[in-house]
T-cell receptor, first 116, second 112 residues
Framework: GAGVSQSPRYKVAKRGQDVALRCDPI?????LFWYQQALGQGPEFLTY????????KSGLPSDRFFAERPEGSVSTLKIQRTQQEDSAVYLC??????????????FGEGSRLTVL | QKEVEQDPGPLSVPEGAIVSLNCTYS??????FMWYRQYSRKGPELLMY????GNKEDGRFTAQVDKSSKYISLFIRDSQPSDSATYLC????????????FGTGTRLLVSP
């Protein structure tokens, strides 16, 4: 596609529900990142994929957060048993190059999660 | 203390003004410095990208990095209402995989 596509754009969940957020990166992009952006804050790193390999998941806040990219293209971020503190915009970004090299990150518009 | 500090603003200026946006950081390992622009309810988009110290100019935008002071700046000349957005600084190291660390963002409002 022309850009990074994320769905759903908006998600309202009741506390305790599971949610799945999808990211469709730019075709051919090797690197894929998930970031969490709380209201009034900058994006915070969650996890990084190089193709299908999850090379860094140090930013995932708890074991309720899980991400996958099984075929090296589309990625899903899953949050189990959502809590109010999970309310944020989840941004996906992709890059043509591997993260060790310089390369522009292209961000999607984000999925805004509100947990009631 | 956060690794990257940025004044959240808002910063309000009249059209045509020169805008100065700044970030300070604490990690001396940071080598790549970026400025992203984020419009409301949109994802960040890259504006400027600088490696190590020095200046870089692109149209109305100038990025400066002073590694000795751990201080980076973005200048916008002849500001336009369309420049109204949140400006995020971001930085990373250069060994192995290094995650991008963002500032909180400065909200800029340019009035006609």
């Amino acid at each position: 596609g022309a850009g990074v596509s994320q769905s759903p754009r908006y998600k309202v969940a009741k506390r305790g529900q599971d949610v799945a957020l999808r990211c469709d990166p730019i075709s051919g992009h090797v690197s894929l990142f998930w970031y969490q952006q709380a209201l009034g804050q900058g994006p915070e790193f969650l996890t990084y994929f190089q193709n299908e390999a999850q090379l860094d998941k140090s930013g995932l806040p708890s074991d309720r957060f899980f991400a996958e990219r099984p075929e090296g293209s589309v990625s899903t971020l899953k949050i189990q048993r959502t809590q109010q503190e999970d309310s944020a915009v989840y941004l996906c970004a992709s890059s043509l190059k591997i993260a060790e090299n310089t390369g522009e990150l292209f961000f999607g518009e984000g999925s805004r999660l509100t947990v009631l | 203390q956060k690794e990257v500090e940025q004044d959240p603003g808002p910063l309000s200026v009249p059209e045509g003004a020169i805008v100065s946006l700044n970030c300070t950081y604490s990690n001396s390992a940071f080598q790549y410095f970026m400025w992203y622009r984020q419009y409301s309810r949109k994802g960040p988009e890259l504006l400027m990208y600088t490696y190590s110290s020095g200046n870089k100019e692109d149209g109305r935008f100038t990025a400066q990095v002073d590694k000795s002071s751990k201080y980076i700046s973005l200048f916008i000349r002849d500001s336009q209402p369309s420049d109204s957005a949140t400006y995020l600084c971001a930085m990373r190291g250069n060994t192995g995989f290094q995650k991008l660390v963002f500032g909180t963002g400065t909200r800029l409002l340019v009035s006609p």
